[in-house]
């Protein structure tokens, strides 16, 4: 029973490892198919493309609200990670121990996202942080992540697999949360 028990523990985690490998050509595919939905006359759907790239990089379906059976928006997002229990508070973006920990447990195959509060749609935003090292900030004067990030309100600036820096000036930093999937 117990080697039952380890091989399907073993298979969970080779499963998730194996939904990250191709994840650079995943988002760039949802990046491009974001860029084409904020090209039509229904912007309002385009809100949901960070919560339907998350679910097809990760395999998992947090943030789908079956009620209304649709993806969810950063604000939504946000009002959802801050109070369940799959989800944990790292900290703030701007203490080293929070990024080189978020990091880790991307390296790890965990989900983890950046949170900019906001009131509304036009303020919220959630990045998704990438596998990879840390790499220098001269901006934040720290090591940051890359991440990806899917700008409603200006899609011509979204993009895959840059600096965490380059998604939010440092005047943000103090606004920044990074949350993890348990």
Known sequence: ?????????????????????NWETTLNQTLQDFKTCMSSENKTVCQTYTAKAIKQVYNINDFF?????????PVE???????????????????????????????AGKPVLVILKGEDSADAHVSIVLPGELQTSGSWGMRV????????????????NKSISYAYT?????????????
């Open 77 to 107: 997002i946000q009002e959802f990670i801050t109070s369940s229990s799959k989800w944990t508070k790292l900290g703030q973006a701007f203490k080293p121990e929070v990024i080189s920990k978020a990091q880790e447990l991307c390296n």
């Open 145 to 160: 992540p890359n991440v990806s990030a899917f700008f409603t309100h200006n899609p011509s600036n979204s993009f895959v």
């Open 170 to 182: 440092k005047g943000m930093i103090l606004q920044l949360e990074i949350y993890a999937r348990n």
């Open 1 to 21: 029973m117990k080697n039952i028990f380890f091989v399907a523990l073993f298979l969970i985690q080779l499963t998730a490892s194996a939904q990250i490998k």
């Open 65 to 73: 609200q079956a009620s209304s059976k649709s993806d969810m928006t």
